[in-house]
Structures are given as C-alpha cells and as structure tokens.
C-alpha cells in the first residue's frame, strides 16, 4: 500500500488527481491509500511521517506549498514531493526542499502518470530501508538499518534500535515476511535479528548491539547459514 497525500485548494483538482490516482492503480496494479488537505497548513501542522509520496499545489491560501515543504523536510527527509503548480519557475526553488519534479497546470494523466512513474520508483528505493510500525498513537516509520533485533512480548512487539526501544502493535510472523528480504533471520522463538549488527557468536548467542540473544537449537543451521551468506555478500 502507497500512502498518497493530496494538498490542494481547489476541490476540481483534489478530485481530478483522486481520479488519476484511481486510474494509474486499475493499470498498474499499485495501491494506495490517498488522504486529502487543502492547505499547507493542515499538512504541515503535527505532521508525521506517515506517506510515501505527496502531491503539493504550491499556491494555497495560507500555507503555500514551497512553505509546507520546508516545514515537512525539518521532520521527513524521506517523503517524495511532486509540486502542481502554474508557473514553470516554481521547479527552481523545489530543489531547496529536494522535491522530484514538478507538474504544470492544467494537468494531463500523461504527465501525471509519468511523474508518479518517478515518484514511486524513487519510493521503492527507499522502502527497502524503511518500515512503517504501528505504536500507540499512530504510526512510526523507522530506518530499518537502525533496528538491532526485534523481539515478542506477550502481544506487543519491541523493536531494539540504536537509539531506543519502540513496542509496536503486529505479529512475528508478519514482521518476517515483511523483513525477509533485509538480510533479518529468527534466531529463537520470538527473536528476530538483523544480522548486519551481528558482532559474534558466543557460548551459543548471537551478539548483538551489547546484547547476548539466544540461538535455539532447532534454528542454528539456519541462522548460521543466513549469517554466513550474509557476511559474503557484504564483503564481496
């Protein structure tokens, strides 16, 4: 899912790019999760960093969009911006808040449709190394290179980072498949490590981040194995 924000004060045009939206996913197979604003302020006000990609009008009543932006990127360096706007000049200045491109009015779904080609390319690229986690309150995203090792605790989930320790809503087993392709592997019931903060096997753990996990017995080929394959992969 492709969480899509539309900032725009003209209700013809939220309209319009819902439906482009709508069409782009019915050819693509992509899909996403729009939510509209009609002014920069009520993007920029608390904004979390929650989407993936936003389309930003950049002539709005009381927060232009270049504004939002600059508020947006103090929080989320992440997000893809695409600009809507009437006059060509305004690309300039979006290279401040690194924004991907911009699209001129009046917008054709060609043009649409190629700029969130981009947009959504760019995305997958980072999604790759960050994940979205669902804590109390909202929704978190997380540079899945931070995450030392993420461990079950009765029904809650606590992902160990660098810097703290986030308990999360969710399920192992979902967390898994949503990491298997990260270089993550289980090491015991209930441990799920990133195996690039793997510092050492020692008396039958892994080492990691100062933390000694335990390796059940029955997960010990694999684990090694992922270990192994990793460590060549990196040092290739």
Known sequence: ?????????????????????????????????????????????????????????????????????????????????????????YAIRGYAVDALDYVLKPVSYFAFSQRLNRAIARMKKRVARFIAISVKGGIQKINVNQIYYVESQGHNLVFHTDSEDLIASGTMKETEERLKDLHFCIASKGVLINLEHVDGIQDGCAVVGGSQLTISRSRKNSFMSSLTDYMSEVTK
């Open 1 to 89: 899912m492709i969480r899509v924000a539309v900032v725009e004060d003209e209700a013809s045009y939220r309209e319009q790019f819902r439906t482009y939206l709508e069409q782009y996913a019915r050819e693509s197979g992509e899909e996403f999760e729009i939510v509209m604003f009609t002014d920069g302020d009520e993007i920029a006000g608390g904004y979390k960093s929650v989407y993936d990609i936003i389309l930003m009008d950049v002539q709005m009543t009381f927060l232009d969009g270049m504004s939002a932006a600059e508020e947006i990127r103090k929080v989320d360096p992440e997000v893809v911006i695409i600009f809507i706007t009437n006059m060509s000049q």
